[in-house]
């Protein structure tokens, strides 16, 4: 395990994508898919390339964001409600 997070949007053409593990890796990097439509999307410059499918060459940007403490993180944002 890497201490590595990336965030992106799953909205495309007005339709929300679930995204999910495909189990595959592209040069050695993991492959995501789209429960949707059997897209599989890639991880490449700020977002997620889609490399076959339905979405064939459409980015999903990166969406900002910040890896921290959960202390530091609820000091910040002290209404934050977690859901099980």
Do not use: C
Request: glycine fraction near 6%; hydrophobic fraction near 35%.
């Amino acid at each position: 395990m890497v201490n590595l997070a990336a965030v992106y949007s799953r909205e495309i053409d007005g339709q929300a994508l679930t995204l999910v593990p495909s189990g595959w890796t592209y040069e050695s990097t993991f492959v995501l898919y789209d429960r949707e439509t059997g897209t599989l999307w890639y991880p490449y410059k700020n977002g997620l390339l889609a490399i076959q499918g339905k979405y064939f060459e459409k980015i999903l940007p990166e969406v900002p964001h910040e890896v921290t403490k959960w202390k530091k993180w609820v000091t910040r944002h002290p209404t934050t409600k977690v859901l099980k």
